[in-house]
């Protein structure tokens, strides 16, 4: 290869580039390169730390870039190295709904387990498509629900890496063995094994998520209307009748809308009041929760809501307690100050 001038994919020398324009052609890959590895980790934070490590990679060897193939494809690589490397002997990320059955609203409810335990949120900004064909974007969000990222990480790391690229990015096989450095058969073996994985998960039982309409619209002006006001009625008719409410970074769940309102008027009793500021998350609508705050007056941050949505009603409601570091991810205020005309 010694007599090939190095190009990035454009037919342009990567040596006759400047530093402010290989910034820029690496930077255009960022969303995508985040939402796969969110998909590959689990993690939000993971996932910017893993682009960010794929990046200064990129930047250090864009010189010795030989063109082989597009540049896209070179992040890629890198990008899954630096995910196999992040993976490399730790545990997998999980959902509460993973690890024990559904608990009842009597039940104690037990340690904060560390984050690096859960599946976490991500915002939509930071891993989907603004446009593009409608298809595509559709599959990107049913690929970033919280169910599927977490089906994923029950796969081995190189499996995950072959799904994602196949069914997703859909890579042909002989372009992800070319990035994973493997041959077609094997690429073609481990995503059977990953098909058959996923199959016999919980996410084979969902629905597909839908683009908001107006009937969601609906659904979550009246579950917003009804969780302010902390009427409870109504805000379990909205529920289906396998709802299921969870709150990492604590284990306990609860199933169904008898024991999530014995929750609320129990040991969530605290939420009465609250205030709800939309957000979308993992393709699917969600919330910044404010609980009143007794001392200062106004809201004090609470959860993040991912709510999951399916037939005209609520399926999943995701409360995730980690508020020190998903507001700021998800851009939301570090408290509400009280509304004009409240005490």
Not at 146 to 168: D, G, K, M, S, T
Not at 243 to 271: H, K, N, Q, Y
Request: net charge negative; charged share 25%.
């Amino acid at each position: 290869m010694s007599g090939v001038v190095p190009t990035d994919g454009a037919g342009v020398s990567a040596a006759t580039r400047g530093p402010d324009e290989v910034e820029l052609r690496l930077e255009q890959h960022r969303r995508e390169l985040t939402g796969y590895c969110y998909r590959m980790l689990g993690s939000a934070f993971d996932a910017e730390d893993a682009v960010q490590e794929t990046m200064v990679r990129a930047w250090k060897a864009y010189d010795r870039f030989e063109g082989r193939s597009a540049l896209r494809s070179w992040l890629y690589r890198i990008a899954t190295n630096v995910c196999l490397d992040m993976l490399g002997g730790k545990e997998r990320r999980t959902r509460p709904m993973d690890l024990s059955s559904p608990s009842t609203a009597a039940s104690p409810l037990g340690p904060a387990l560390p984050e690096v335990t859960w599946v976490e949120p991500v915002p939509d900004g930071r891993v989907l498509p603004t446009d593009g064909d409608p298809a595509e974007v559709a599959v990107a969000r049913e690929s970033v629900r919280l169910a599927f990222v977490a089906a994923l990480q029950h796969l081995a790391p190189r499996q995950r890496a072959v799904l994602i690229l196949r069914e997703v990015l859909a890579w042909k096989a002989s372009e992800v063995a070319e990035l994973l450095d493997t041959t077609v058969a094997s690429v073609n073996s481990a995503l059977q094994r990953a098909r058959a994985t996923i199959a016999s998960s919980d996410i084979a039982d969902t629905d597909p998520a839908r683009p908001m309409d107006e009937e969601q619209r609906a659904l979550l002006a009246r579950y917003v209307d009804a969780f302010e006001r902390y009427d409870l009625d109504s805000l379990t008719s909205l529920l289906h009748e396998d709802a299921t409410l969870s709150m990492p970074p604590f284990e306990l769940w609860l199933r169904g809308p008898a024991d999530i309102r014995a929750w609320l008027v129990g040991p969530g009793i605290g939420c009465r009041g609250s205030r709800l500021v939309p957000v979308t998350a993992n393709g699917s609508p969600a919330f910044g929760q404010y609980r009143p705050d007794p001392v200062e007056g106004g809201h004090e941050p609470w959860a993040l809501q991912v709510i999951e949505v399916s037939d005209g009603r609520i399926t999943g409601w995701n409360s995730f307690l980690d508020t020190a570091r998903l507001f700021p991810l998800f851009g939301l205020p570090a408290r509400l100050e009280a509304q004009p005309g409240t005490s």
